[in-house]
């Protein structure tokens, strides 16, 4: 009885995915291939670890402004991340309502 109500705690609680999240595999080919890599936690979290090359910019502070001095292409190739892939998913939907169109999420995130 606990087993199935564990179970289906489970099948509501799965994160889902949307057609831009990759995975670690993809996220590196891409790196390889130039794109913009942002870390989108805290200052404090990039500080204590980060992807070599990776751009700081919290998911919080993401706006117009703040993006626009770090990528004013908007057709550039940008990849998030966070620590969980729940801040990094909510970056990439800010970024695509300003206008960047090719914004990947890494699934589920990275542990550095």
Known sequence: MIKNIIEKI?????????NNDINIKE???????GAIVLDVRSNLEYTEGHIDGAICLPEYDINTENVNKVISNKEETILVYCSTGERSKRAKQKLNRLGYKHVYNLYEGFSI
């Open 10 to 18: 489970k099948k509501n609680f799965k994160r889902s995915s949307d």
């Open 27 to 33: 996220f590196e080919q891409k790196m390889k291939n």
